[in-house]
């Protein structure tokens, strides 16, 4: 099983001067057989990211353990 990082460039951030960034949103880390068994937790286990409205076409992934299995 592989590990995967959730990420959108949906959003922005607020710097702690106030001023808009706009900035990539880390959605959360699941583990997965494949990224899609992975998204799937994500989305089972964050209900907020539907609730927040983000894209599902603008989330991107990349895998930060490999599984040797």
């Known amino acids: ?14 710097a702690p001067n106030n001023n808009k960034l706009d900035s990539l949103q880390i ?8 990224k899609d068994e992975a998204l799937i937790k994500l989305f089972s286990n ?5 609730k927040e409205n983000f ?6 992934f990349f895998v930060i353990i490999k599984s040797d299995c």
């Open 1 to 14: 099983m592989n590990t995967y990082l959730f990420y959108t460039d949906e959003g922005y951030t607020v």
């Open 27 to 34: 959605l959360g880390i699941e583990d997965g057989k494949t």
């Open 46 to 50: 964050n209900e907020w990211i539907n």
């Open 55 to 60: 894209s599902k076409s603008r989330i991107s």
